[in-house]
């Protein structure tokens, strides 16, 4: 008897405040397999957002490796190549969230450079089912809400 391998589906973030959208991404990416979560570094937060991140990684790291359809998570690289982690994980399947700025057709030419032969699909819509479905709604409503 054979056993089929599930594919291996990595999803990737900062993960700064775990909200709908998060749980919605990581939810639709088990439909096509195993799920890896990238966590964003700290230095990485720092580098793309230009601030401090607001929860550290590793306490980001445990909160996503708590959903129920992540099979693992890793923290990314701290080198500038973020695609490092990609390499290493080698995936059959990126699936992007839709507020991502990733061309999924260029991303697949990057991989495929770096002898990778990875699907990269991309969620179509925000999760809105909820009125607080991204880091930055909860952030201004604790403002509003504090201020």
């Not at 909200?19 to 990238?38: D, F, N, Q, W």
């Not at 550290?56 to 500038?80: C, H």
Request: proline share 5%; net charge positive.
């Amino acid at each position: 008897m054979y056993l089929l391998r599930r594919k291996k589906v990595v999803v990737c973030g900062s993960f700064e405040i775990l909200h709908p959208g998060h749980v919605h991404l990581i939810k639709e990416a088990s439909k096509y397999g195993s799920v890896t979560v990238v966590v964003a570094r700290d230095s990485t937060i720092k580098t793309v957002k230009g601030r401090d991140p607001i929860i550290p990684e590793e306490q980001r790291l445990f909160m996503v490796k708590s959903i129920k359809w992540v099979e693992d998570a890793v923290l990314g690289s701290e080198e500038g190549d973020k695609l490092k982690v990609i390499e290493e994980l080698k995936p059959d399947i990126i699936l992007l969230g839709p507020d991502q700025d990733y061309d999924p057709k260029e991303l697949e030419r990057e991989l495929k450079a770096r002898g990778l032969k990875v699907k990269v699909l991309k969620l179509k819509s925000l999760y809105t089912d909820y009125p607080l479905y991204k880091t930055s709604r909860i952030v201004e409503r604790i403002l509003a809400l504090y201020s």
